[in-house]
């Protein structure tokens, strides 16, 4: 957590540090004579097993009390920038979150939201049709 918002050196710090992600001073460097682990460890507890430190809710936002949960892998990647959302019936997940609750395998998934979209376009393409042949 700390070299990656903090060391250019590190791989991971364009993803952290690079994007203004930082660590909060109070575990970084500590307050009241604790070290900043010390602090860490008093406000998030020792790391459950099979669970890894993850911004929550603010996936955006800094390292901080409030802002960190212990997470599962399944949780984690979720909680990634890079997926894409999908709204239906009231409710927006992932995609991988869609295909566990309704128990379809993601190529399924996938193909039936192509079929979807190709029979949206092609209706979106025919009323645009209609319309511009009216007089």
């Given at each position: 957590?700390?070299?990656?918002c903090?060391?250019p050196?590190?791989?991971a710090w364009?993803?952290y540090?690079?994007?203004?992600?930082?660590?909060?001073?109070?575990?970084?460097?500590g307050?009241?004579g604790?070290s900043?682990?010390?602090c860490f460890?008093?406000?998030m507890?020792?790391?459950?097993?099979?669970?890894?430190?993850?911004?929550?809710?603010?996936?955006?936002g800094n390292?901080?009390?409030g802002?960190?949960?212990?997470?599962?892998?399944i949780?984690?990647?979720n909680?990634r920038t890079?997926?894409?959302l999908i709204?239906?019936?009231?409710?927006?997940?992932?995609?991988?979150?869609?295909?566990?609750?309704?128990?379809?395998?993601?190529?399924?998934?996938?193909?039936?939201?192509?079929?979807?979209?190709?029979?949206?376009?092609r209706?979106?393409?025919?009323d645009r049709?209609?319309?511009?042949?009216?007089?």
């Open positions: 957590m700390l070299a990656r903090t060391n050196n590190r791989a364009k993803h540090g690079g994007r203004g992600i930082t660590v909060c001073d109070r575990w970084r460097h307050e009241d604790r900043g682990f010390e460890l008093s406000d507890g020792p790391r459950p097993q099979g669970k890894t430190l993850d911004r929550h809710p603010n996936k955006a390292y901080e009390p802002n960190c949960r212990w997470a599962t892998w949780q984690q990647q909680n890079d997926n894409v709204t239906a019936v009231g409710r927006t997940q992932t995609r991988a979150e869609w295909c566990r609750e309704i128990g379809w395998p993601s190529n399924k998934f996938d193909a039936a939201i192509r079929s979807y979209t190709r029979r949206l376009i209706q979106s393409l025919r049709q209609a319309a511009s042949s009216r007089p």
